[in-house]
C-alpha cells in the first residue's frame, strides 16, 4: 500500500477531497482514514456527499473527548492501522487533533509524512491548533505551504528547505469546483434573503463561546448587529452546547441554521455583504471570492488574507467588530487579491510531488 490519507473534522474534508481525487486519477493506491473526531451528519456526511468524496475505507469513530482523550484513542487505533497496511507515505491535513495524532503515531514507527497546510502560524499557544501544527510540522518529511509566510516560518524553525514546497492552496481547488453548483442554488430564495444585504456568522473557537462572559458578550454584539443588517448564523455544535447551558438570548430577527453542507455555506458565503468568523479557512475562503470579512480574533496564522486579501482582522471587542462593520456599509471595503498559487490546480501539484517522493524511496 503507498498511501494513508487521514481525514477527522469539518475542515480536514474541502482541503483532503481534492488530493484524494488527484490520487485516485494518478493510480497510487491510498487508504482513506476517518478518524471520526466529526461524526454528527452534518458535520461530516452531508461533506462526503457534496465534494462527491469516496466512502472512508476505515472509520475510527472515536468521537468527542478532552484533547488528551481524542488524541490519544486516535494514536491507538491509527497505529494499528500502519502497522497491518505498512504505507510508504502518510497524509495529513491542517491543524486539528486529528492531525496531530496521526502524525505521532505515524513518526514513532519511522514512516514518512506529508503534511498539507504547513507552516501556518498565530503565535498563540494558547490555541490548540498552534500546537498541533508546530508539532506535526516538526516531524513532517513533506511540508506543503499555501503562502509565504507558512514558507518563512518553517525555514525560520529551523526546518530542512528541502523539505518544504510551496503549493497553493488545495482547498481553493474545492471552492472552485463547486461553487457554479453553489450558484444554482438560489439561497438567497430559500432563506428569504436579498443578496449582498446581509452577514453571515460562524463562530465556534474556544475562546470565544467556551466562556460564558465572552460569549455573552458576542451574543450582545450579534443582537446590535442584526439591527443593522439581517444576520445568518449557522451555528456550530461547540457554540450551541454553551448558548443552550446559559441564559443568553440571540434575538428572533437573526435566521439561526444547523450546520450548513459545504455547497450551501459556499452560496452563503459567495453572496454576503460581510462575513464575521473566526475560522481559519473562511479567512481564506472570503479572500478567494472577494468578499469584506471580519475576523473576531486577535492574530491570524494566514496573514496573507490582510496583506493582500479581503480580511479585517479586529479582535474580539464588540465596539471594533461593529465599527468595522458599519466602515464597510458605508463603502470603507478591502479591494483584495487573489493569492499566488490559489488557482484551483494545488492538488495536482502535491500529487505530483509525491509521485516523485515515492519513485525516489
Ligand atoms: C475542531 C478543531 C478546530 C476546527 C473545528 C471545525 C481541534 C482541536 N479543533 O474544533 O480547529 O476549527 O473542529 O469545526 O481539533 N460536536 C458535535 N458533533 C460533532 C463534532 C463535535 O456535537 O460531529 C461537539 C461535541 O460536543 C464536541 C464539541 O462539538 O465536544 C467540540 O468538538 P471538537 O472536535 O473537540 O472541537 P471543535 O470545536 O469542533
Redesign the pocket.
Known sequence: MSLVTVIG???NFMKMAPIIESIADAHISNIIVHTG????DK??KVFFDDLQMPDPDIFLGVG?GS?AE?TSKIMVEFEKICIKNKPRLVLVAG????TLACALATAKLNIPIAHIESGLRSYDNSM??EI?RILTDRISDLLFTTEASGTMNLLREGLDKEKIYFVGNCMIDSLKKFLPAALKLNLCIKYDLLEYEYCLITL?R?SNVDNIKNLEKLTEMLNTLSKKIKVVFPI???TK?TLKNSNLKLDSDIILLEPLPYIEFLGLMNKAKVVVTD??GIQEETTYLGVQCITVRDNTERPITVDIGTNHLVGSTPSKVLTTLENILNGDIKRGKIPLKWDGKTSGRIVNIIQEFLSKD
Not at 37 to 40: F, L
Not at 95 to 98: A, I, L, R, T
Open positions: 473534522t469539518r475542515p473526531q466529526h461524526y454528527d458535520m461530516s468527542s484533547h481524542t491543524d486539528v487533533n486529528s490548540p491548533e498541533n465556534h474556544p456550530h455544535p461547540r452546547n475560522s481559519g
